[in-house]
């Protein structure tokens, strides 16, 4: 009875996700009249402010993603090998970006660098991306903060750093050559996270007034009938696709370190 019930919870719980992504999908297609058809993604695709929107944001997640690497490694690696009392307060921390709505950030970052503070950078088109990078650094944090740490508990960080100074190895050799390698599957964990949040964040870019891809869904969404739900599908693709190769990158390492 008890495994009835819980085959049962899952199934029920596999409809609840499934019925509306496949109900979307189907409504899709149907942009021609009595028969199933990709015009609505061909008419996406064919729409060059989807390309342009894409290709910025995939920028701004690369370089979210080496800000964020830049940022939480070191501070992960140091809490973990030096101020193990201050985990806490790093974890308190890096959770703070979950509970604070993201208009909340975004409004203060406007605030405090508007054209009329000592930092302008919401002056120029380039200190926005700038600011717009930091905003999705810090909506990022909790997930690669998480990544990392979890990585760095898997490996041995006071004996690696004690044999490699011992050989007089530097800090920055520490981190990049030794540490950084052993939780590099950690790291791509992070990444693909990242990616996924950059690509459908909206509040900043829409109020930082940016052309990013999440403001094109909503703009889309807006005007178009079909076209929204085949933006949404591929948006919906794109996040698994990055969370199947955060599956693939780990089972590859386990497979490495097995035959290692």
Not at 13 to 28: D, K, N, Q, R, W
Not at 102 to 110: D, N
Not at 157 to 181: D, F, H, N, Y
């Amino acid at each position: 009875m008890t495994r009835f019930f819980a085959w049962g919870t899952f199934l029920l719980g596999c409809l609840f996700f499934a019925l509306p992504l496949i109900g979307m999908t189907e409504f899709s297609l149907k942009m021609r009249r009595g028969e199933y058809s990709f015009d609505a993604y061909r008419r996406v695709f064919e729409d060059q402010r989807f390309w342009d929107t894409f290709s910025y944001s995939l920028i701004l997640a690369a370089a979210t993603i080496v800000v964020g690497v830049l940022l939480v490694v070191p501070t992960a690696y140091w809490v973990r090998l030096k101020l193990p009392q201050a985990r806490p307060v790093i974890e308190f921390i890096t959770l703070l970006p979950l509970v604070i709505p993201a208009i909340v950030i975004v409004f203060g970052y406007i605030r405090l660098y508007n054209t009329s503070s000592f930092l302008p950078l919401t002056g120029s088109a380039l200190g926005t991306d700038i600011l717009l990078t930091m905003g999705y650094t810090t909506l990022a944090l909790p997930y690669m903060y998480r990544s990392v740490d979890t990585g760095l508990r898997t490996i041995d960080v006071a004996t690696l750093t004690e044999a490699a100074q011992s050989l007089g190895a530097g800090w920055i050799t520490i981190l990049s050559r030794i540490i950084l390698p052993n939780v590099m599957v950690a790291v791509l964990s992070g990444a693909f996270l990242t990616l996924a949040i950059v690509l459908g964040e909206f509040t900043m870019a829409a109020l930082l007034n940016r052309p990013a891809f999440g403001p094109f869904m909503q703009l889309l969404g807006a005007n178009r009938a079909y076209e929204p739900p085949a933006l949404a599908v591929i948006a919906f693709a794109i996040t698994w696709g990055c969370m199947g190769l955060m599956q693939l990158v780990t089972r590859f390492s386990k497979h490495e370190r097995a035959k290692a």
